[in-house]
């Protein structure tokens, strides 16, 4: 998954003449909390985020000529110029990791010297959702497979024999050296026939249970 | 088969009663937006229910709507079975795990328990009901591609049970255009369907297999839900009880999780369109109601509930607590996914202080249930742990706060429950004699039953209709804390 699958486009942006006032209304208007500032030819010239800018303005209980002169300075007096951005070929991981490293909360996405789109935190939840979560009605399974080459193709081989499509499949670290976990959501009510298979082809299904698994039929963690 | 009481009453009835005023109770609630009728409905890749957006039968009105004469709590209305013979045609193959013969042993249980009266049985005629309900819901595309699944891929062959297709309309002026595309396609343009077709509508999957005639007991299955629906319109404070029917998971456009159509959205999509009610669905399948919730997800007079185990391993993995309805009907879906191996007692409390939350909340004209009994701990395909205790409370639960509510206006139909021998015929014995207002406490399981069934049933069956105490779930205490953290989130959102 790629930023460009994930970025907000189009991007609102202030020129770097605008006023803090003008940037604070858009920031409201749109409820957003970073604001890229371009340049003359479009190019990012900066940013400013909510906070910079409220930190800028004196308390709006001090209603003064100091306060409504300061609103009416241009954005660049307050812009941070050194902006980390990103790319839209870039990874989403890789994305992840420069607002993490640098604590910061959006990315500027940035191709041939225009600003493209942005990426912020809730976009990233929002990968994660569509990563990880539920886009059709399906069963998860999760087994534990040994970490050596061809094991997941083993493992969906399986379900390709029983003729039940997997509509996702993530494979993570196990907390047992040298075992991985496959995270498989597959497309049917009844797993229990795959589970048979699956475990009769040597993995270890840690979720869900037969109900074999159980004593006297009846449910019970085993 | 006795003949239908339906088809003597087809006469055009006056769409709403006189209306008394409404009572105090009513009047003192926010009102919410008005009905969204033709708005485009979620579920399925071409979002609109049928073909383009459907027509408007009923123009909205404003609220407060009258509403219909209340009944005295606990009158003893009558209450009707319905039930076809046919229905036990609804099954894919030997090794699948639903099979509608499962209906078999509950009527056998109820006949040897005698609580079946010759005048309550109700008889489902297809003959008398055109296809156009089932279109309010399900593509037309879709139904071609079911029927000629069921006649093996061909297309174009007149339907095996006559008078199923293009009759005349009953509901004057609702869904022209979805009529005209019944007449045009079938019979015009013969649309042949390849297996990878058939394979986007979901048919011929692992979990519905195509088998021959499967549109013909799947609309009796959506006739008989209709025949429910309209009785209890028709019938006052009386209930309706459709073990054949509540095929929640299937989609406008796909079919899934066992499901064909989805008759309980018919049903309700027929409540609304021809009596304009307000209706709360209540699904207890352990199986989250996907189909149902996504055909309503934007229609503000629907009020779905589910509760089931939780969606993070089992199927259909959705029903999070955080799915609401959209637009005019956010706050209308409410979603009560509990942990695996959760037992009776904790099943039961959470229940009902959601349903009283909701019905207080949405204060619904009908109350339409879903009874699969498959969160019993013997299920083989889900991880609740309830006993045939559940299946007594809920049905009575449900049905006090019907005659409380809803003036009694109550249509019960079945659902999931894959241990067709040992907990299908006593969950659902509980629930015919609570809705016939016959309750029981518990009874044997007459010998007949058990001489008949007994050789057949791969595990011994159960002696008495109440299970004796489960050995207690060893992370009870887990379960309850996890739980507890649900119901305060979901009792926050009804409030």
Request: proline content about 10%; some cysteine.
């Amino acid at each position: 998954m790629l930023v460009a699958d994930i970025m907000h486009t189009p991007v609102i942006t202030a020129s770097r003449t605008a006023t803090i006032r003008e940037a604070l209304e858009l920031l409201h208007r749109h409820r957003i909390r970073h604001l890229p500032i371009v340049d003359g030819e479009g190019r990012l010239f900066g940013i400013v985020t909510d906070r910079d800018l409220r930190e800028a303005v004196p308390s709006r209980l001090a209603v003064d000529e100091a306060l409504l002169a300061r609103l009416a300075e241009p954005v660049e007096t307050i812009v941070r110029r050194e902006v980390i951005t990103t790319h839209p070929g870039e990874f989403v991981e890789e994305a992840a990791q420069l607002m993490r490293q640098h604590k910061i909360g959006c990315l500027p996405v940035i191709a041939d010297d225009a600003i493209v789109g942005i990426v912020t935190h809730s976009d990233l939840l929002s990968a994660l959702i569509t990563l990880l979560g539920v886009d059709a009605p399906s069963t998860r399974l999760e087994v534990e497979v040994p970490d050596r080459v061809g094991m997941i193709a083993d493992l969906t081989a399986i379900f390709k024999q029983q003729g039940i499509n997997i509509v996702s499949l993530f494979v993570y670290q196990s907390p047992e050296p040298g075992r991985r976990r496959a995270a498989i959501r597959a497309r049917t009510m009844d797993p229990r026939r795959l589970i048979a298979a699956i475990r009769a082809a040597g993995f270890v299904v840690r979720w869900p249970k037969l109900p074999d698994d159980r004593p006297e039929g009846g449910k019970g963690p085993a | 088969m006795r003949p239908s009481e339906d088809a003597g009453a087809r006469e055009t009835r006056p769409l709403r009663p006189p209306s008394p005023e409404p009572p105090s109770s009513r009047s003192g609630r926010t009102d919410p937006p008005g009905p969204n009728v033709g708005a485009p409905e979620p579920g399925g890749k071409a979002a609109p229910g049928p073909d383009g957006p459907p027509p408007a039968p009923f123009s909205p009105k404003p609220w407060p709507r009258p509403i219909w004469p209340a009944r005295p709590v606990g009158s003893g209305g009558r209450a009707v079975l319905i039930h076809h013979p046919d229905l036990i045609r609804y099954r894919f193959h030997d090794e699948h795990p639903f099979d509608q013969r499962r209906l078999l042993l509950v009527l056998d249980l109820l006949e040897a328990l005698g609580l079946v009266a010759p005048e309550e049985r109700l008889a489902p005629d297809p003959s008398a009901w055109d296809e156009e309900p089932l279109l309010r819901v399900h593509g037309a595309r879709y139904v071609e591609a079911v029927k000629a699944a069921g006649r093996g891929g061909r297309a174009g062959t007149p339907p095996l049970i006559p008078g199923t297709a293009g009759e005349g309309t009953e509901m004057a002026g609702a869904g022209d255009a979805a009529v005209d595309e019944v007449e045009a396609e079938p019979h015009t343009a013969p649309a042949p369907f390849s297996a990878d077709d058939l394979l986007d509508y979901g048919l011929g999957t692992e979990d519905v297999p195509i088998f021959p005639g499967m549109h013909e007991v799947a609309f009796l299955t959506v006739v008989g839900a209709l025949t429910g629906a309209r009785y209890i319109m028709d019938h006052p404070g009386h209930h309706a009880v459709f073990l054949g029917g509540g095929l929640h998971h299937a989609f406008p456009h796909k079919a899934s999780g066992f499901c064909i159509y989805n008759d309980a959205a018919v049903a309700i999509r027929y409540l609304l369109d021809r009596y304009d009610v307000r209706v709360l669905y209540i699904d207890t399948d352990a199986h989250h109601g996907d189909g149902v919730q996504a055909i309503f997800y934007r229609e503000p007079r629907v009020m779905t509930v589910s509760i089931h185990e939780t969606g993070r391993y089992l199927f259909p993995g959705t029903g999070h607590v955080t799915e609401r309805g959209e637009g005019p009907a956010f706050g209308t879906k409410v979603n009560v996914p509990l942990e695996p191996f959760t037992e009776d007692d904790d099943y039961l409390a959470i229940l009902e202080r959601v349903l009283v939350a909701a019905f207080e909340r949405f204060r619904p004209d009908v109350v339409v249930s879903q009874h699969g009994v498959d969160a019993h701990r013997y299920d083989p395909l889900t991880h609740l742990a309830l006993s045939t205790r559940a299946y007594r409370a809920i049905p009575r639960l449900i049905h006090t706060l019907a005659d409380t509510y809803a003036g009694g206006r109550w249509l019960a139909l079945g659902g999931g429950g894959y241990d067709l021998f040992r907990v299908v015929p006593r969950a659902w014995t509980f629930l015919w004699a609570e809705a016939a207002h016959r309750p029981l406490v518990d009874a044997e399981v007459p010998a007949v039953f058990l001489d008949r069934w007994q050789k057949k049933a791969p595990v011994p069956l159960p002696r008495r209709l109440l299970d004796p105490p489960f050995p207690p779930i060893p992370r009870r205490k887990a379960i309850r804390e996890k739980n507890a953290v649900v119901l305060k989130r979901v009792l926050e959102f009804l409030r």
